[in-house]
């Protein structure tokens, strides 16, 4: 692929349409670049939506499969109509209670895009995001822009614009650089094609927000999260949900946020070391024999540890815990410290110095879920 010099604005503080880094990308865009952006949850990686050949790009560099469709990102709610039809009252009331923020609906989608960013099909992805510099970007525009993450296909998601560059660096016009993303995990994904409103990916909206703001029995999961041990959901109607009536995202099937080092991910039932009901100290005595078998086999262990775990874990495994390279990813009382250091821990990960990186399960509920569902398509072995 063709290199090219990327360049990097780096902005503090308060920005605007008018900025001077602002126009330059703005005007980049508009002559059909790519250009990185930080947004509240990941960085994304932007082209005009209505121009083919900018979105095209966007597959090119990123290496995505044509079959996984963009999200449009807005401005304002007030534009949602331009690229979108036949929207729900509903819709409307989650804009009022959630945009700008991390949540992406799933709408009827109106002919105004390039085809490219919906791969096709009849329904749209928008999103407005609250990030400053996100929103100056597409308001100096004023176009819709298509942006997913931008990291190239299956790595980690990037929260820091060393993690766009790692991926990225000569092949993309440029990045605005604002320094760390706020959420640290992708938006929600809302279908309102279907009903009950379903869930496709979870993010830091939760159900129970949007259950909150449109009542119980109007949003769902998707029932491929019905793995999730801890979550309670309402009761569905079978006759109706069929797997034909629920479409999932394309991006679902799709390998994703893989490290370069293989992880495991440790459930035990899917209890977790904060499950009152679990005996921890048959969870530690599994883990520390499983500890000693790989350290015996000569395989150097990354262990991804919540805070909280690190006293328990230290007097429960002796000498063993020795072995081990600890990388602190948060408290697990606060899942969004976990989820702001996910991905940068993630790619972190260097096969030079470490064989297996392991990780314990989080309890699947709110931004819980999230974390969880990351970390399952990351994981290469999900050990129950
Ligand atoms: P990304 O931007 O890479 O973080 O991923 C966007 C997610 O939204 C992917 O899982 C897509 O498959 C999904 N998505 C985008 N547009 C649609 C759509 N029209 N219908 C269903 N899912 C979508
Ligand atoms: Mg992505």
Known sequence: MKQMKTKRWQLHG????????????????LQGELIAFPTETVYGLGAIADSGEAVQKIFNVK?????NPLIVHLAEIETVATVAEDIPEEAWVLLETFAP???????????????????GLPSVAVRIPAHPVARS???????????????????????????????LDGRIAGILDAGPTGYGVESTV?????FPYTILRPGAVTLSDLQGALGEGR?????????????????????KDTEDTVPRAPGMKYRHYAPDVPLTLWLFNGKTLDSG?????????????????????GVRISFLAYEEDLPILKAALGDTFKT???????????????????YDVLRSLDPEVTDRAVMLGLREEGLGLAIMNRLRKAASEVIA
């Open 63 to 67: 290496g995505r499969p044509a079959d």
């Open 14 to 29: 308060l920005v605007s349409p008018d900025h001077p880094f602002i126009r330059e990308a703005g005007a980049l865009l």
């Open 219 to 239: 949003v769902r999961l998707h029932r491929s999260f019905d793995f999730a041990p801890t979550v309670q959901e309402p009761e569905r109607d079978e006759a």
């Open 277 to 297: 009901s679990y005996d921890v100290r048959t969870y530690l005595m599994r883990l520390k024999a499983a500890f000693q078998t790989m350290v015996a086999e």
């Open 190 to 194: 809302l279908d309102m094609t279907v």
């Open 101 to 119: 923020g991390p949540l992406t609906l799933i709408l009827k989608g109106k002919s105004v895009l390039s085809p490219l960013v919906t791969a």
């Open 137 to 167: 970007l597409i308001a100096s525009v004023k176009k819709p822009v298509a942006a997913p993450s931008a990291n190239r296909s299956g790595r980690p998601s990037p929260t820091r614009a060393e993690h766009v560059l790692q991926d």
């Open 324 to 342: 081990l390279h600890v990388l602190n990813v948060g408290r697990r009382s606060h899942p969004e410290e976990v989820a702001r250091s996910l």
